[in-house]
């Protein structure tokens, strides 16, 4: 018992190696887990303090077990079966299929990478590129909302900015949770944008396999009180015009819904509007390219994420900041609509979605997106840019002095008003507004001027209705004539 052994040099490292691989696995690893855990939770606690929609648990709840939920929920598991028959593959290739598009879905929500990351972000981006104001805003109906109600925020869809400048708007109210497409699933931003709590969707994705899982993962979020952002027009528009709801989403949300249940769904109308669309240029041209090929003028927009475009973008803007002719591109406002209640809606229809045939459903789910999208069309800001670009398409080739064109835009600003429409008026002077959004048309050489006239630049036309057309719909008579500026886009 007390003879010496004698062991090679390796031997000795390799043992002291793994007893420190074992003191760090089994006291040290986690303790400091535990320890992280509870400062999370803490911060959670107070995050919840302070917000006005609490994050959910099933937020919180670690990623593996979100998706151990889903793969084995019954409906997934009845749609596995059906694909491993139909395409006559073994059970186990099927899951293992199902099992990926689960990971693809699936976020990891890290409230630190959300409000001390991503919102903070959001919040120097946004203010870096536009002058950012809340318009209106139903601050008595929006308290009135059930806390536990599950809550979705219903959004215009004009730019990839309206992810950022959505959630730096809305970080005092809660965390979003967004549906992004393929455009966020590059390297370095992925992990980012999942950490924030987004999932993703292959929006034109026909595997019913792969919706049933996207349709039980938005379901389960749903009936768990997640908040909620979607953008109902399922992509950018092109011409600027309020594009017609897709379905998909929303329907997965609200199939399931009780209306005798416990927790409501609660639908928020947002509306977004901006004096420059980063995009503007390449969406007109998508559209002006499918004119000519005969496509489908609404048909969704591919957007394909380039990092050396990214690049080049802040590099050439950086230049402009070091020369000192760099400016903001005007305003971007964000208003709030009178939130939609999902039992309410129901009720007064004397419905229950559960009960009725699938055509009936669908029908239902329908009437229900084109209200929301009203609601949204209806709280969409005017602004000066957009103003000022009515003005001139409705003028045609004809020039008008500035008086002129004031004159007419105090018209279309009081047409609005009349509608009710949410107007930003910088620094309360209508004047200063006109003078803004013509300066920012100028800069562009959207409008040209000569010894004080101006008239609309032929070679812009299209990109002047593209602004135009961000208001159309609140100018745009009972009978849903077409207006000048969606005219001046519609393909020959």
Known sequence: MTSTVTLPLWVVV????????????????????WAMRRRANRTIDELNTRLKLKIQP??????????????????????????????????????????????????SFSAYAYFAVGTRLARRVSQALYRVRLGYADDDALRAVDPDAS?????????????????????????????V??????WGLRSLI?????????????????RKILSRYVAMATSAGVTQAVFPEGGLSRDGLLRPPKLGLLGYMVAGFDPNGGRDIVFIPVGVNYDRVLEDRMLTGALAAEAQDGADRRKTPTFRFNPLILAGFILKNIGLTLRGRWFRYGYACVSFGRPVSLRDHLWRRGLDLR???????HAEVERLGQRLMSEVGHVVPALPVSIVATVMLSAGDAPLTLFELKGRAFEIIKALETRGAYIHIPRSDRDYAIDVGLRMLLTRRFILEADGVYRVNPDERVLLAYYANAIAHHLGDATGATSPSAAALAPA
């Open 181 to 186: 497409g393929e455009w966020a699933q590059v």
């Open 14 to 33: 390799l043992a002291v190696v793994l007893a420190v691989v074992a003191l760090l696995d089994r006291i040290l690893v986690p303790s400091v887990r």
């Open 355 to 361: 009960t009725l045939t699938d055509s009936t459903r």
């Open 194 to 210: 999942r950490s924030m709590g987004a999932y993703f969707v292959r929006r034109d994705s026909r595997d019913p396999l792969y």
């Open 151 to 179: 809550v979705v925020f219903v959004i215009n869809h004009r730019s990839n900015m309206d992810y950022v400048l959505v959630t730096y708007v809305a970080s005092s109210a809660s965390a979003l949770s967004y549906a």
């Open 58 to 107: 099933f937020k919180l709840t670690k990623r593996k077990v979100l998706i151990d939920r889903l793969l084995f929920d019954p409906e997934v598991l009845t749609a596995v079966e059906t694909h491993a028959l139909s395409a006559s593959m073994p059970r186990e290739v099927a899951l293992q299929r199902a099992e990926r598009y689960a990971r693809e879905i699936v976020p």
